[in-house]
């Protein structure tokens, strides 16, 4: 079953849109959604959660439509937006009572471990936390409440390398209980390594591939070659080519494909995400 | 529905609750004789604590939208909450008139002379005549915290602006008579069973009518 099933969404601005955006999450995995600032992934979560009113297409949660099921949809999901708190003069511990009181399945164990484990102060006023503290609150209260789906919007934003370790290792922790799925924003794709299951890249409003990492391990290839053999840069399995000191360096979504078109010696490697996301978004 | 009440309760109960006692008190002490002037003045203060309830932070109401709630829902809850904090301002002027009686025995009998039912129709429809106008441009204002608290000042500005510019050059009607003689009438009217039952549907249906086109402004908004 899929946790998020978005098919031909659209969303328009003045001088932005989201474009046709098709994206498949299914249970018990965790997505990276990368891109640059301002490629629109704020504006997908947003959609997603309702808050923004789309133009057109679907969007279901575990089979609810956000819209007309919207209550039932909601009650699957955990949301962490990129400014997570509010109301500075209010305490955490009055947040977490208005927050816990309208989800039945709270879990104040799993709260309290979390608080511990972030050493966060109850009694603290909103306004005395740094960002990262904001965060590492907001990902305490998303996870304590049971949500199969998970998202969350730069949640690794304003952290330091350690917090930011931490917070990764809690979201690979969750998916330890297979009903959970996360999707999770970033513009650092380092983030991704090791944990992301699925990559989604996100440019200009439009999703430029989306794609799980056994596929991307099996298939996808960086070539490194001299010359350009004629006709590669129009073939569909042609994800991105970026000119180098040595000639050109290729992103191919399916190397079989390309085989008997590059010569037998062609240096090949497998993608990190850093590689991916710089040919899709740079290269030609 | 009763569910986002609770969690605005919660929220609220910290930030603004202190400002209830300040402004109630100034309301009786300003108005022991308790005549007509205290509909006119009292009616705005109290619905000024339902405000509050409509204008949190504005990652409160995001947080609210995130939540198992329908727009729908939380629209309704909202209205609801704005009448139910008007509500708890009444009760909270009533028991702190008879309190301040034990001070001034002269205020508690003013007061408690304009303890029926004929009066609380009265503040009703006062209450729901703000509310008629006021609760749609709150909704549209929602989730814009200090905006819209500055559109509503600068909205304030220009109406009393009008009007006593309109007063200065004789030519507009003194609000406050207007009001007042509108008070009268309405309690003049509250005379019967049958004219109770009527104020109170048509009371009801101008508030469903109402709560209708809030939640219609709350499903267009974007946050």
């Known amino acids: 079953m899929n946790a998020l099933h978005i098919t031909g969404l659209t969303k328009s601005f003045s001088k932005f849109s989201l474009e046709n955006i098709n994206l498949e999450l299914p249970q018990g995995y965790i997505m990276g959604l990368v891109g640059k600032n301002g490629a629109g992934k704020t504006t997908l979560f947003k959609t997603i959660m309702n808050h923004l009113l789309k133009d057109d297409g679907e969007i279901q949660i575990y089979g609810y439509d956000h819209q007309t099921d919207e209550a039932q949809a909601k009650s699957r999901i955990a949301y962490l937006s990129e400014d997570p708190m509010g109301m500075g003069e209010i305490s955490l511990k009055t947040q977490k009572e208005a927050f816990a009181s309208v989800y039945p399945d709270w879990d104040e164990t799993k709260f309290q471990l979390l608080l511990s484990r972030f050493n966060l102060d109850q009694k603290a006023k909103t306004k005395t936390l740094s960002k990262g503290m904001k965060v590492k609150f907001g990902i305490a209260l998303a996870l304590s409440h049971n949500a199969k789906l998970i998202l969350l919007d730069e949640p690794a934003a304003g952290l330091d390398p350690v917090a930011r370790n931490e917070v990764m290792g809690l979201l690979q922790e969750e998916l330890q209980d297979e009903s959970k799925s996360i999707l999770f924003s970033t513009h650092v794709t380092s983030d991704l390594d090791g944990i992301a299951d699925y990559l989604t890249i996100i440019d200009q409003g439009q999703i430029l591939m989306s794609e799980n990492r056994e596929i991307i391990s099996d298939n996808w290839r960086i070539l490194k070659l001299e010359d350009l053999p004629t006709g590669i840069s129009s073939q569909d399995v042609v994800q991105g080519i970026i000119p180098t000191s040595f000639g050109y360096s290729l992103l191919t979504s399916d190397i079989t494909k390309l085989r008997e078109r590059i010569p037998a010696d062609t240096q090949a490697e497998i993608p990190n995400y850093a590689d991916i996301m710089i040919h899709m978004v740079k290269g030609e | ?223």
């Not at chain 2, 939540?67 to 028991?95: K, N």
């Not at chain 2, 008629?132 to 909205?155: D, H, S, W």
């Open chain 2, 1 to 223: 529905m009763f569910e986002i009440m609770k969690r605005d309760w919660i929220l609220i109960r910290h930030k603004y609750l202190f400002l209830l006692p300040i402004l109630s008190m100034s309301l009786v002490l300003l108005f022991p004789k308790a005549d007509e002037g205290y509909f006119v003045i009292g009616a705005p203060v109290v619905f000024t604590f339902s405000v509050f309830v409509f204008i949190q932070d504005d990652t409160s109401l995001r947080q609210l939208l995130s939540m198992p709630f329908s727009r729908a829902g939380i629209a309704r809850a909202r209205f609801l909450s704005g009448w139910a904090f008007m509500g708890a301002g009444m009760v909270y002027i009533v028991v702190l008139g008879f309190g301040l009686g034990l001070i001034y025995p002269e205020a508690l009998k003013a007061f408690i002379q304009h303890l029926d039912l004929k009066t609380l129709f009265t503040y009703l429809w006062v209450l729901s005549g703000i509310t008629l106008i006021a609760y749609p441009v709150l909704f549209m204002f929602l989730g814009k915290g200090v905006q819209a608290l500055i559109a509503f000042a600068l909205g304030l500005n220009v109406l009393f602006g009008v009007y006593f510019l309109m007063r200065f050059n004789a030519t507009g009607p003194d609000i406050f008579e207007v009001l007042k003689s509108l008070i009268i009438s309405l309690q003049a009217y509250h005379t019967s069973p049958l004219n109770y039952l009527t104020s109170a549907l048509t009371l009801l249906i101008l508030n469903g009518i109402n709560l209708k086109l809030c939640e219609w402004i709350f499903l267009k908004k974007e946050f």
